[in-house]
C-alpha cells in the first residue's frame, strides 16, 4: 500500500447548488451533497475566491521584500509577503509579476513557483500560488489600488526569519511558504 495515494472513492457527489450570494471577490454557495455511504447534506457551505498569488521577492543582495498594510479582519497591521488575486483570464505568475511591481515599485529577477497551497480547502474552492522571485530590483512607483496603504519594507534572512517564528506573520498562506521556503534551504540558491 502506498501511504500517500489518495483514495478517489471518499469524494462527495454534488447533486445541487444554490448560490447565496456573488461579488467580485468573494461567492457564497450551498451545495446539497451525497456522501460516500449514501447519507445526504442539505446544506453544505462552500465559500469561491479567485486564485491568489504571492510572492517571496529577494533583492540582489538578500533583503526580502515585504509589505506592511493594515488587515481590517483581525484589525492589525501586519508584515506580509506581496500577495493578491489573479485576475479572470490571468496566468498566476502573471499576476504575481503585476502585483509585485504595484504594491512594491519591484520587477525582474529569475521567478519559480515555490508551491500551491490551499487555505481551507474543506470550504474554499481557490488555491493559492506562491512564487519566489530572486534579484528583483526596484524600478518604479508603487500603483495601489484605491484602498491600499501599503509600507515597503526590506528585512534581512534574520529579520523575517523572527517575524516567522515570534508569530507575527498571522497570514497562514504567506507563513506557510516561507518556513518551507526555509525548511527546504531555498534561500541557499
Known amino acids: 500500500m502506498d501511504n500517500l495515494k489518495t483514495d478517489d472513492s471518499k469524494c462527495w457527489k454534488t447533486l445541487s447548488s444554490e448560490y447565496l450570494f456573488r461579488r467580485p471577490w468573494l461567492?457564497?454557495?450551498?451545495d446539497t451533497v451525497e456522501?460516500?455511504?449514501g447519507r445526504v447534506n442539505d446544506e453544505f457551505y462552500?465559500?469561491?475566491y479567485p486564485s491568489w498569488?504571492?510572492?517571496?521577492?529577494?533583492?540582489a543582495d538578500g533583503r526580502y521584500v515585504m509589505v506592511e498594510q493594515y488587515r481590517h479582519g483581525l484589525g492589525q497591521v501586519g508584515i506580509e509577503l506581496c500577495a493578491g488575486v489573479v485576475e479572470e483570464g490571468e496566468a498566476p505568475l502573471d499576476a504575481a509579476r503585476r502585483e509585485l511591481e504595484e504594491e512594491?515599485?519591484?520587477t525582474g529577477g529569475e521567478w519559480e513557483l515555490g508551491c500551491i497551497i490551499s487555505g481551507n480547502p474543506s470550504v474554499t474552492n481557490n488555491l493559492t500560488y506562491c512564487y519566489i522571485a530572486r534579484g528583483v530590483e526596484h524600478t518604479s512607483q508603487q500603483h495601489l489600488d484605491a484602498n491600499e496603504d501599503i509600507d515597503v519594507r526590506l528585512l534581512t534572512r534574520d529579520e523575517l526569519l523572527t517575524l516567522l517564528s515570534t508569530d507575527r506573520m498571522k497570514q497562514?498562506?504567506?507563513a506557510a511558504?516561507?518556513?518551507r521556503y526555509f525548511a527546504l534551504g531555498?534561500?541557499?540558491r
Not at 461567492?27 to 450551498?30: I, L, P, S
Not at 498569488?53 to 533583492?59: D, R
Open 177 to 179: 511558504p516561507l518556513w
Open 172 to 174: 497562514a498562506l504567506m
Open 46 to 48: 462552500v465559500l469561491e
Open 27 to 30: 461567492t457564497a454557495r450551498r
Open 186 to 188: 531555498l534561500d541557499r
Open 35 to 37: 456522501l460516500p455511504d
Open 53 to 59: 498569488i504571492n510572492v517571496i521577492a529577494v533583492t
Open 104 to 106: 512594491t515599485g519591484y
